[in-house]
């Protein structure tokens, strides 16, 4: 027997629409949508009433109908049938800025109340295609929402709060805290872009929430959340460019980058940092453009291209040195000595060369430890201990290690166990030696308990 859908009934209760009155705007909707073959009468609304689940794309014509009644977003999963289209919107570009306001806000809801559902949805190894390409910037086409006007005080507000989460990420790991920032993003940010503002205020407001938004999707990728940070990153990516901010842009492209190198397809990673020192050709920010060109060396170590690597690394430090910290914006804090030489540390681990590699990581280690950055730290004294197992020196791999898992405990990043994890498996071909078996109990330990 199947369980009536009590959701459905609310609304169409709250509505004053009788069953076939339902029917009649299901049919006009389909028509606009020319799907003429769709034609429910009362008694289907009945039936969907009664528990059955219609086909799509039905649920989100249902969800299209409550929304130009009511005036305000109403979903699919609010009328009790499932997600329909709205997961897969946030991996769409969308020149519509009411559009994108509508999918980062029904991806922050899915987030908190649906993180299952979207965990479960695959990595979309194309999708930033689309959105590097698609950069642009695109009117307002809907109306505002009824509330009072957004002021520049309430985007400052917005602003503060940023520093506070940053942080979090930066000092806990992105596990730490990314559920409080979704909740308040969907309480206290996202409801701002649909309210009315003054040009003054709204690239502002753009610019905070892309921020915001960005931080999410980082985040949730330190998380290992990949399908739920692509979405994040591609909607701040699209805010970034409403607030015309194009080097905040650029910042998410190089997440963006970063996130595609790691989960195996460098050229991509390669290609959207390309996109993004591309984007800042008319503008100035030294921090971004070191962070692009890091991460274009980490890609094409990767891509087995030593030259362009060594020579991106060198672009990077160049770069790093004309960073003014006060003249940088609050986005790029984590874009430091510590950051730059962990990562230079990996893009030489990948290409062999271990004495490099080394001289990066204790590099990024001293910085990582005076600022107390256990995450940072963590998979800096991986990398050292990888360049210690490239000159088969396993007692030095073996004390980094330790080190590793020590720092690794103190954070909630998926990198840092990630790290961890290739550890052991790098020390696998030297058998059955104690130090090897010691790191691989401890490591699980750890694992297990990540």
Known sequence: MKTPNVRLGYWLERSGMSRKGLARRVQAKAREGSQPHISPDATRIRCWLQGETPRAPIPDILAGVFSDHFGFRVTTYDLGLGDGGSADAALTYNPSFAATVEAVADLGRADVDRRKFLAAAPFAAVAGVGPSRDWLLNALDRKPEPGPRVRLEDVTAVKNMFNTFQRMDIFQGGGSGRLALADYMNQHVYPLLRRSHDEQVRRPLCEAAAEQTYLLGWMAYDNGEHSIAQRYLIQSLRLAEESRNVALGAHVLAGMAD????????????????????????????????????????????????????????????????????????????????????????????????????????????????????????????????????????????????????????????????????????????????????????????????
């Open 259 to 450: 996130q595609a190198t790691l989960l195996g397809n460098p050229a991509e990673g390669r290609r959207l940092a390309q996109a993004g020192r591309q984007g800042l050709a008319n503008t100035t920010s030294p921090a971004c453009l070191a962070d692009l060109w890091c991460l274009e060396a980490r890609a094409l170590a990767l891509l087995d291209d030593k030259k362009a690597a060594a020579h991106a690394v060198v672009q990077s430090e160049r770069a790093y040195a004309h960073v003014d910290l006060d003249r940088e914006p609050d986005w790029a804090a984590f874009i430091d000595p510590a950051y730059l030489h962990g990562e230079h540390a990996n893009t030489f681990r990948d290409l062999g060369d271990a004495v490099t590699a080394e001289e990066h990581a204790r590099r990024s280690i001293e910085h990582a430890a005076a600022q107390k950055r256990a995450r940072r730290g963590a998979m800096s004294q991986a990398a050292l201990a990888v360049s210690y197992l490239q000159r088969r020196d396993l007692d030095g791999a073996y004390a980094a290690g330790l080190r590793t898992l020590k720092l690794t405990g103190q954070v909630k990043s998926s990198r840092a166990v990630e790290a961890v994890q290739d550890l052991q498996r790098r020390m696998r071909p030297f058998g059955r030696h104690r130090l090897v078996a010691d790191f691989t109990e401890r490591a699980s330990e750890l694992t297990m308990a990540a």
